[in-house]
């Protein structure tokens, strides 16, 4: 039986062998793979637990305080609560340095999906403009991927950006919010329109609105953020589960996948690995697929290049969505009462047209958030009243508060890379090279930024809702966790690029299958595309 | 100004646990829950409040201030915010925050949303903000004096975080 060696557990790699096995391919996964911990208080909503769970405290804020966002800290309003640490926990043996963006990994069975918001928005023929193929080679395998995951959304204004495609489900009710904000857009559509290029519409959410096997129904615990304990976000780990119950499939946990080895005539023999006890293995494969997240997999192709004696390996090309927060207030529903047990992440999207004469590829995307459960410490202390008064009127303006999180599409750039530090000795002494992650933000991103800017606080303005001056935050680069470009997928025979099918050139057994083969980073959250191009290259070679 | 030193336990749980409710009364107009109160201190002796940068002499000095709670407490906690706004004070208002908005008494008088009209809503911020500048400007006959006599008394050193439970 034909058989091949996958890296990964994430978005990218979980549809990738789910095709590979429909295709009949034997497939052993190899992964770190941190595992989840158990739910607490499973059957509690947010408010319910805090009622009456009796380690509310630990759950919400860490046994160390570690969810305590402390005035002066670098956190965000949305902080990542502490169990879901296991999601980001780097790993020893994979050390970094960074200049420019701040990068986030993970070693967890299901990747970074496992805290993702679950906004899943197909790219459409404009900005896959330098891709080698159109939306037309992925449309199908959107299809699938929304059969396998569960897609929220319905066909609206934001469907002039956002392609339609099969098996889209009925979303969840709008929270109050949400609803007013849509009413509202409903009166003065043609004016955000045509004055300003901003269109609303349902966001498309991996979220399940009714159970089945192995996940419920969502059932508005409010605890999204905390980590969905009814699985009705969808994570990767779901399908792991899946393709855990097929004959042909393997999973390879607690073993981090160091470098390939290649003979001669480009044809990768075997990878190094290292066990979770720190001893190492080498495995033989017939074909290796990386699809371990950009970073991780840009790794593993440089320290084997290092390996085959290349001096100083460099992948140029990386890319990350700048993200911009604006929060607003809403006029129309100060004073009302906040629905706490209530879905909690964006349920509605902006859909920005660029500005005119430029590119359709310069599209500007965003998730609008209402808030309801949240933590209240980290919006109190952000205002400017002693925290008495603060808290008084952050109780005033709860239901009136929420955030909209704009995406700015991004190009490779060759001074943007992914290279290797081997001055801690690491080569001569076999031991472990520094990551090392180069980038800079391209000229001109401002005037991007504040155009769009201008616009959405004007769109919002017309909405009844106003953005409080001083509180727009520009977030890090890296902050997205969207990261692409390094070995992009192409139509000429250049070095460090894939073949149309993801396969490395210059190695006749190697393919990629993660956000690395990206030519191009459009604004939409790249996930659902991650998975639908994995599908696709495992049809194509497979 | 000077402190009780901070690695005498007992004295130290006593006085933590009764800033503890000072600030809870402050707050929210209460009193905290015995499980606030161990948490309270728990996160003063694994070291997380107290950070170098945060805790000279006037943040002690604003800290003793406001322990007396009242009008006190909202002096210090006014002046806090524009003068030391990641300063030991409001460190450990926001802990107590934190602290109470998850718990199973307390969290209730923190979610409360306090249903009115939007004009009573902007009425009170009116009031809110005309409130905070009084008091800014009453807490500075008090504190600028305050702050040149601690500038000139050298700092006590800051113990450091503690790794795991203690
Ligand atoms: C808070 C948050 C919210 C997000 N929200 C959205 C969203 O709403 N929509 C969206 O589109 N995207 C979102 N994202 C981004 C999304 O999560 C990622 O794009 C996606 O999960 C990447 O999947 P991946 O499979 O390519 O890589 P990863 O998720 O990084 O998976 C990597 C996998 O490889 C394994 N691995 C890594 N290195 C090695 C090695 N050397 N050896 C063996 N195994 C290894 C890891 O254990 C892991 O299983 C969000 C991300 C975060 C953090
Ligand atoms: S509201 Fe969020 S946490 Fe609750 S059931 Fe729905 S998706 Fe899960």
């Known amino acids: 039986m034909k058989s091949l060696t996958l890296v990964g557990s994430g978005a990218s790699a979980v549809h990738f062998a789910e095709t590979a096995l429909e295709r009949g391919w034997r497939v052993t ?3 770190v793979g941190r595992a989840r911990p158990e739910h607490v208080g499973p059957e509690l909503s947010f408010a319910g637990l805090k009622r009456s769970h009796p380690r509310a405290s630990e759950y919400f804020l860490g046994p160390r305080f570690e969810g305590v966002l402390f005035p002066g800290a670098a956190g965000e309003y949305y902080g990542f609560p502490p169990h879901r640490e296991y999601v980001f926990a780097g790993h020893a043996g994979q050390p970094w340095r960074a200049e420019g963006l701040e990068p986030l990994f993970s070693f967890a069975r299901g990747g970074l999906a496992e805290a ?31 059969r396998r995951i569960g897609v929220m959304g319905v066909e609206d204004d934001l469907a ?64 999204c953020l905390w980590g969905c304990p009814n699985d009705s976000i969808y994570s990767p780990l ?76 460099r992948l140029g090309g990386l890319m990350d969505n700048r993200q911009v927060l604006v929060p607003f207030v809403n006029l129309s529903m100060l004073g009302s009462p906040v629905e706490y ?132 935050h520009v977030r890090p680069m890296g902050a997205s966790v969207h990261y692409a470009g390094t070995l992009p997928m192409s139509r000429t025979e250049e070095p460090r690029t894939t073949t149309e099918s993801g396969r490395l050139r210059g190695f006749a057994n190697l393919w990629l299958a993660d956000g690395s083969t990206f030519p191009f980073l459009p604004a939409k959250n790249l996930t659902f595309t991650l998975m639908a191009n994995a599908s696709r290259l495992a049809c194509e070679d497979f | 100004m000077a402190e009780a030193p901070t690695d005498s336990p007992a004295l130290d749980r006593e ?66 915010r524009l003068f030391r706004p990641a300063g030991l004070l409001r460190r450990k208002l926001v802990l107590t925050l934190a602290l109470l908005e998850v718990d199973a008494a307390a969290h209730a008088h923190v979610d409360e949303s306090r249903g009115s009209s939007a004009l009573g809503v902007l009425a009170g911020l009116a009031g809110r903000a005309c409130l905070f500048v009084l008091l800014l400007l009453l807490g500075l006959f008090v504190f600028l004096p305050l702050r040149l006599l601690c500038a000139f008394t050298p700092s006590p050193a800051v113990p450091p975080a503690r790794k795991g439970a203690p």
């Open chain 1, 238 to 313: 779901h399908s792991l589960r899946e393709l855990e119950a097929h004959p042909e499939f393997q999973y390879r946990s607690g073993v981090l996948v160091q470098s390939f080895e290649v003979e001669d005539g480009g044809r990768v023999t075997a990878v190094h690995l290292r066990r979770a006890d720190g001893t190492r293995e080498r495995l033989p494969v017939e074909r290796l697929v990386l699809a371990a997240g950009t970073l991780s997999s840009g790794r593993i192709v440089l320290e084997s290049l290092a390996r085959a004696g290349e001096p100083a390996p």
């Open chain 1, 341 to 472: 047990e209530s879905y909690q992440y964006h349920q509605l999207a902006l859909g920005i047209t660029p500005p005119p004469g430029r590119s359709g590829r310069e599209y500007v995307h965003g998730l609008v958030t209402t808030l309801k459960s949240a933590l209240i410490h980290p919006i109190a202390q952000s205002v400017p009243f002693d925290l008495r008064s603060a808290l008084g009127l952050v109780r005033e303006v709860h239901a009136a508060l929420g955030l909209v999180n704009l995406n700015f599409h991004d190009t490779r750039r060759p001074g943007n890379a992914l290279e290797l530090d081997f001055s801690g000795g690491g080569r001569e002494r076999g031991g472990e090279s520094r990551l090392v992650i180069r980038y800079e933000p391209e000229p001109g991103e401002g005037a991007r930024i504040a155009d769009a800017l201008g616009r959405v606080k004007r769109a919002l303005w017309r909405l009844s809702c106003v953005v409080p001056p001083g509180m727009v």
């Open chain 1, 116 to 146: 993702w918001t679950g906004a899943v928005f197909p790219f459409r023929d404009e900005e896959l403009v330098d891709w080698p193929f159109g939306h037309d080679r992925l449309a199908p395998h959107y299809d699938t991927v929304a």
């Open chain 2, 15 to 80: 006085l933590l646990r009764r800033e503890c409710v000072a600030w809870t009364r402050h707050l929210l107009g209460v009193a905290p829950s015995p499980a606030v109160l161990e948490r309270y201190v728990d996160a003063h002796r694994l070291g997380v409040v107290e950070t170098p940068g945060s805790s000279g002499n006037f943040d002690r000095a604003l800290v003793r201030l406001a322990r007396g709670g009242g009008l006190s407490a909202r002096l210090c906690d006014v002046h806090g």
């Open chain 1, 29 to 31: 996964l190899l992964d």
């Open chain 1, 160 to 223: 002039a950006f956002v392609p339609l495609h099969a098996h889209l489900e009925q979303p969840l009710d709008l929270d109050p919010h949400s609803r007013r904000l849509a009413e509202r857009y409903g009166q003065v559509r043609g004016r955000l329109h045509g004055e300003l290029g901003v269109y609303l519409g349902r966001s498309r959410a991996a979220v399940l609105g009714s159970a089945r096997p192995g996940r419920g129904a969502c059932e508005k615990k409010g605890r």
